[in-house]
């Protein structure tokens, strides 16, 4: 297929009135599909229904005998420790196991440092007259709505294939302590779905910064998400700024919201001894205890580090063919035409896909009006602007597999049609 700017005018003329047709006929069908968000779509929760009956009247005590419908245990059961430290690649005592959220204990964190520092006599970050946190983009919205709430600034960074521009970040840690700290999903990063390279990895641990009490907020939310194969090796980030003389620099977050139960999942927060030790202190003021029901629910349910390996090939068999469809459907109606490249993941819950310079805002809309949601243009960058206005996030994991392929039609036919248009003007 010629690229479309290479077409000549009449025949790129009537392409578009062809284009027309198909998006007037989607228009007349009222359709009204959601791709907007990473969610686990009713199958994958299926697969964990019997975590519902695991703990019953008779059955509801910990290993050491700990009643676990009691107040207590602050930082999570012996055993769900265990069971993730070992996800995480750390020390049992280098584990805090949290509510159902992540998200929470990442916005908690901040919230601590806003108040209090970092634990090392370095002042409050909300004492500053500036703090600004570096952010891989395209990246994870929620993070950037973190900054925004608390009236953080947020730099962008580009993100290269094996993680973020590394030389950018270096340069930048170098000489401004303002920059305080950086956003990392490592393994199949939303939405670009790239894996940090073990180089990455090290230069984010040994890199000199400015700012003393710079931070990693390391969000490994995708490690166990492949769709096929074992997940891949990674340095561990922990390990690495040990090494490097920097033990306190990563701060760790993780949870089974989309391996379990996204509203009744477990969230995982790990670093050094002395970050736990520091959360362990606060937490002291915050809460009696989690719920260690569902941290018992999950350790019998999985058992082991394999335990959660085996259950993520059950998810991969239900997710893989939507993200097969994605990938043959833009392949179908796009590839060669010059005016669209989109990632092919190996795992995680997102594609990331770039049109023409200027057009994406305009694609979404198109597709809205066609009864197709897609995630806001702009929104996989901080504040939801994307300089470029060209990335779409495509999430297909919670549609039905004949919804995900209609969606995806109607963005590769949206996609030509503002293309062509631009290229006429």
């Given at each position: 297929?010629?690229?479309?700017?290479?077409?000549?005018?009449?025949?790129?003329?009537?392409?578009?009135?062809?284009?027309?047709?198909?998006?007037?006929?989607?228009?007349?069908?009222?359709?009204?599909?959601?791709?907007?968000?990473?969610?686990?779509?009713?199958?994958?929760?299926?697969?964990?229904?019997?975590?519902?009956?695991?703990?019953?009247?008779?059955?509801?005590?910990?290993?050491?005998?700990?009643?676990?419908?009691?107040?207590?245990?602050?930082?999570?059961?012996?055993?769900?420790?265990?069971?993730?430290?070992?996800?995480?690649?750390?020390?049992?005592?280098?584990?805090?196991?949290?509510?159902?959220?992540?998200?929470?204990?990442?916005?908690?964190?901040?919230?601590?440092?806003?108040?209090?520092?970092?634990?090392?006599?370095?002042?409050?970050?909300?004492?500053?007259?500036?703090?600004?946190?570096?952010?891989?983009?395209?990246?994870?919205?929620?993070?950037?709505?973190?900054?925004?709430?608390?009236?953080?600034?947020?730099?962008?960074?580009?993100?290269?294939?094996?993680?973020?521009?590394?030389?950018?970040?270096?340069?930048?840690?170098?000489?401004?302590?303002?920059?305080?700290?950086?956003?990392?999903?490592?393994?199949?990063s939303n939405p670009t779905g790239e894996i940090?390279?073990?180089?990455?990895?090290?230069?984010?641990?040994?890199?000199?910064?400015?700012?003393?009490?710079?931070?990693?907020?390391?969000?490994?939310?995708?490690?166990?998400?492949?769709?096929?194969?074992?997940?891949?090796?990674?340095?561990?980030?922990?390990?690495?700024?040990?090494?490097?003389?920097?033990?306190?620099?990563?701060?760790?977050f993780a949870s089974t919201s989309k391996i379990?139960?996204?509203?009744?999942?477990?969230?995982?927060?790990?670093?050094?001894?002395?970050?736990?030790?520091?959360?362990?202190?606060?937490?002291?003021?915050?809460?009696?205890?989690?719920?260690?029901?569902?941290?018992?629910?999950?350790?019998?349910?999985?058992?082991?580090?394999?335990?959660?390996?085996?259950?993520?090939?059950?998810?991969?068999?239900?997710?893989?063919?939507?993200?097969?469809?994605?990938?043959?459907?833009?392949?179908?109606?796009?590839?060669?035409?010059?005016?669209?490249?989109?990632?092919?993941?190996?795992?995680?819950?997102?594609v990331s896909f770039n049109g023409p310079d200027?057009?994406?805002?305009?694609?979404?809309?198109?597709?809205?009006?066609?009864?197709?949601?897609?995630?806001?243009?702009?929104?996989?960058?901080?504040?939801?602007?994307?300089?470029?206005?060209?990335?779409?996030?495509?999430?297909?994991?919670?549609?039905?597999?004949?919804?995900?392929?209609?969606?995806?039609?109607?963005?590769?036919?949206?996609?030509?049609?503002?293309?062509?248009?631009?290229?006429?003007?």
């Amino acid at each position: 297929m010629s690229e479309l700017n290479a077409m000549p005018r009449e025949e790129l003329t009537a392409l578009h009135a062809q284009l027309r047709a198909r998006y007037d006929r989607f228009r007349q069908a009222g359709m009204s599909l959601d791709l907007t968000r990473g969610k686990p779509c009713p199958a994958q929760l299926d697969l964990s229904n019997p975590m519902l009956t695991i703990v019953s009247d008779e059955s509801f005590r910990a290993s050491d005998g700990t009643d676990c419908r009691n107040y207590g245990g602050l930082d999570g059961l012996p055993e769900a420790k265990s069971l993730f430290a070992a996800y995480m690649g750390v020390d049992p005592t280098e584990v805090i196991i949290g509510g159902n959220a992540s998200l929470t204990l990442m916005y908690d964190i901040f919230m601590r440092i806003m108040l209090m520092g970092v634990g090392d006599g370095q002042p409050p970050w909300s004492q500053l007259p500036r703090v600004r946190i570096l952010c891989p983009s395209p990246g994870y919205d929620r993070h950037f709505a973190i900054c925004a709430n608390l009236g953080i600034e947020m730099l962008p960074v580009e993100m290269t294939g094996a993680g973020p521009d590394m030389d950018a970040i270096e340069d930048l840690v170098a000489g401004d302590e303002t920059i305080k700290g950086i956003w990392c999903v490592p393994i199949y990063s939303n939405p670009t779905g790239e894996i940090y390279s073990d180089d990455t990895v090290n230069r984010l641990a040994r890199m000199t910064t400015q700012a003393k009490d710079f931070r990693i907020f390391w969000d490994n939310a995708y490690a166990v998400h492949r769709f096929a194969g074992e997940p891949p090796e990674q340095k561990n980030v922990l390990t690495a700024c040990k090494e490097a003389g920097h033990p306190e620099r990563p701060l760790m977050f993780a949870s089974t919201s989309k391996i379990t139960f996204a509203s009744g999942g477990l969230a995982v927060l790990a670093g050094s001894a002395r970050n736990m030790d520091w959360v362990r202190q606060q937490l002291f003021y915050q809460t009696i205890g989690p719920d260690k029901l569902n941290q018992l629910r999950h350790v019998r349910f999985f058992g082991d580090l394999a335990g959660i390996r085996r259950h993520m090939q059950k998810h991969a068999a239900i997710v893989q063919p939507r993200f097969e469809a994605v990938e043959s459907i833009l392949s179908r109606e796009l590839a060669g035409k010059g005016v669209a490249d989109w990632t092919r993941p190996q795992g995680g819950y997102f594609v990331s896909f770039n049109g023409p310079d200027g057009c994406a805002r305009e694609v979404v809309g198109m597709a809205q009006e066609a009864g197709v949601k897609l995630t806001p243009a702009g929104a996989t960058f901080p504040l939801g602007v994307d300089p470029r206005d060209r990335n779409i996030r495509i999430a297909p994991t919670f549609a039905a597999l004949e919804d995900v392929e209609a969606a995806v039609e109607v963005l590769a036919v949206c996609t030509q049609i503002v293309s062509i248009e631009k290229i006429l003007l």
